[in-house]
């Protein structure tokens, strides 16, 4: 036992006092942060108001256009060719104009402008466009706009889960289960490959080195491959521990750092939110999300995701270092690489069609085999999977450790003394039946 603790601290300190370990544990916090926050403070700092003078030689649409406060309408009766001058000059940010047309046929509508219109800007002014032939036609047919205004109703349903024998209500959310599950299973999936390879690099390196047979002549080739495989386990927590912390840190500073970046207010900002539809459809998903996640039971999801990760990593690992041992260089790994992880991807594809419906038989299954439990049952466990299913799957993944661990250690102390030797499927089998 001593041993493999020499072993796994070994492996474990190699890894975290490298320079890109630390690099992307810190990065990969601010990156997340930087998606979200960027666009508001680049949002905040462009408050300047725009003017977009309007000429409307058809006559239908009498009036300014209704705007907002980064977005004004202001009608001209000059020519085009004057309201063109205009915006050379300056006076206008654009001007708008609307050819002869009919309102079943809006066409020829062009926008000039001195500088290259945004896509934000080009959008207000096609809403407005639509808002004011809509009213028109509306006028037309001698319909009240009011009357329609006050008929548009928005309908939200509260989804609840009944639990115990006598129906106790608990809130629930289908697109808070379904992100979860995803995100955790899509996390799993990237870190087995991830960390699993960097297994199996470590075991090429100390073979291709002449390493390995130092290490061996002090402990056995077992001891070597769990420590091995631990060691590079506990990086990963860790490194997702301080994601946790670092990211829990950003949030909570994220608004003020917004608000020193751009010099706004909580006034400004709700302003920027409510005037551009992009931001404030971020905005309400941020705080809708907060609101379903609280419907969930978080240390279920907890225990259960390192729970999956731990045992979905380690059955990989074990084959990874199998692997890696029974080869020469990553070249030669190729052959064997795609069988053992054909389950891992499998499962993933599959994962969209086990949210879809986590309580049939596909997800049943799936969620039992070791090799694609890990990734399955972390997208059902959101939709509360009967706890039976849960304990029987957890059980199974422990048994598949053992028996999958126990037969990649038997090809790992044949082959990681293994040097200048083909090795096919074949080779594999024979090795596992060897006597120690």
């Known amino acids: 036992m001593n041993k493999i603790l020499l072993i796994l601290q070994r492996e474990y300190l190699v890894r975290v006092q490298k320079r890109s370990f630390v690099i992307m544990t810190l990065l990969g916090p601010l990156l997340i942060a930087a998606v979200y926050s960027v666009p508001v403070i680049l949002a905040l700092r462009d408050s300047k108001a725009r003017t977009i003078a309007v000429i409307d030689e058809s006559g239908l649409l009498k009036g300014d256009f209704k705007g907002d406060k980064k977005l004004t309408f202001k009608s001209l009766t000059g020519s085009l060719h004057s309201g063109k001058q205009a915006v050379l000059d300056e ?18 509508i062009k926008l000039f402008s001195k500088k290259g219109i945004s896509l934000e800007v080009e959008g207000a002014v096609e809403r407005s466009l639509k808002r004011e032939i809509e009213g028109v036609k509306l006028r037309q047919a001698g319909i009240d706009t009011q009357v329609l205004e006050r008929i548009d ?3 939200s349903i509260d989804t609840k889960n009944l639990t115990g024998d006598d129906g106790d209500e608990k809130d629930s959310s289908t697109g808070a289960a379904f992100i979860v599950g995803f995100a955790a299973a899509f996390i799993i999936y990237i870190s087995i490959f991830i960390y699993g390879v960097q297994v199996m690099r470590g075991v090429i390196e100390e073979k291709t080195n002449r390493i390995v047979e130092v290490i061996i002549s002090s402990v056995k080739p077992f001891q070597l491959m769990v420590g091995k495989i631990t060691g590079i386990a506990l990086v990963g927590l860790t490194q997702f521990l301080l994601w946790i912390i670092l990211g829990t840190a950003i949030s909570t500073v994220a ?8 010099g706004a207010g909580q006034e ?3 302003e920027a939110l409510r005037e551009s539809p992009a931001l404030e459809q971020r905005a309400n998903g941020i705080e809708k999300a907060m609101n379903a996640m609280s419907t969930l039971d978080v240390p279920l999801l907890l225990g259960s995701f390192l729970f999956y990760f731990l045992g979905g990593y380690l059955i990989y690992s074990a084959l990874f270092a199998a692997v890696g041992a029974a080869a020469d260089s990553e070249t030669d790994t190729q052959q064997f690489m795609f069988p053992i992880t054909i389950p ?18 596909l997800a049943f299954w799936l969620s039992m085999i070791p090799l694609t439990s890990p990734i399955i049952m972390m997208v059902r466990i959101p939709f509360n999977p009967p706890a039976w299913e849960i304990a029987l799957s957890m059980v199974l993944l422990v ?11 038997r090809i790992y102390r044949v082959g990681i003394l293994m040097y200048g030797k083909k090795v096919n499927y074949k080779e594999l089998a024979k090795w596992v039946f060897y006597r120690a």
Not at 91 to 108: S, W
Request: no cysteine; hydrophobic share 50%.
């Open 399 to 409: 048994l598949g450790f053992l028996f999958i661990t126990w037969l990649a250690a």
């Open 268 to 270: 400004q900002m709700d």
């Open 344 to 361: 891992l991807i499998l499962s993933f594809v599959l994962a969209q069609y086990v949210i879809q419906n986590p309580d049939g038989p």
């Open 153 to 155: 109703t928005r309908v």
């Open 91 to 108: 006076k206008y940010y654009a001007v708008l104009y609307i050819p002869k047309m009919t309102v079943d046929n809006p066409a020829g």
């Open 255 to 262: 608004i003020g750092m917004m608000r020193s970046a751009s």
